[in-house]
């Protein structure tokens, strides 16, 4: 029993070992990306931190919170809707809107399964 137990003690070790090694990697990753991103984005990183620490001092729940985040989702969303009405297309929003999906509507469906007759 003691060579089981000194086994699995072994392996556990060397298991959380590798654990720890993997974990450093890791963090080394994301402060390496998080250095490059800064250095390129360095208004953006400041932005980012004073959010952060807006929300982290437990302005959360105020209604200026609320109000900025009505604002940036306002925004953000028409963003969004903008590069996907450009991106898309007027054909496949409709065909989106009716239900039918994107290859139904490119191969001609009328949307019961059945290929559309009429051109």
């Known amino acids: 029993m003691d060579n089981s137990t000194e086994d699995v003690r072994q392996r556990i070790g060397e298991n959380l070992n590798e654990?720890?090694?993997?974990l450093g990697e890791?963090?080394?990753?994301?402060?390496?990306?998080?250095?490059?991103?800064?250095?390129a984005h360095?208004?953006?990183?400041?932005?980012?931190?004073?959010g952060v620490g807006y929300l982290l001092s437990g302005a959360l729940f105020s209604r200026t919170t609320f109000k900025a985040a009505h604002l940036g989702a306002?925004?953000?969303?028409?963003?969004?809707?903008?590069?996907?009405?450009?991106g898309i297309?007027?054909?496949?929003?409709?065909?989106a809107m009716s239900?039918?999906?994107?290859?139904?509507?490119?191969?001609?469906?009328n949307g019961?399964?059945?290929k559309s007759t009429q051109r």
């Open 89 to 95: 297309g007027p054909g496949m929003i409709m065909a």
């Open 19 to 22: 654990l720890r090694d993997e």
């Open 74 to 86: 306002r925004f953000a969303l028409g963003g969004l809707v903008k590069q996907l009405v450009a």
């Open 112 to 114: 019961n399964g059945n």
């Open 26 to 39: 890791r963090a080394q990753e994301i402060r390496d990306t998080v250095t490059n991103y800064v250095d």
């Open 42 to 50: 360095p208004l953006a990183a400041v932005g980012i931190a004073f």
């Open 99 to 109: 239900g039918r999906g994107a290859q139904q509507a490119e191969a001609g469906g």
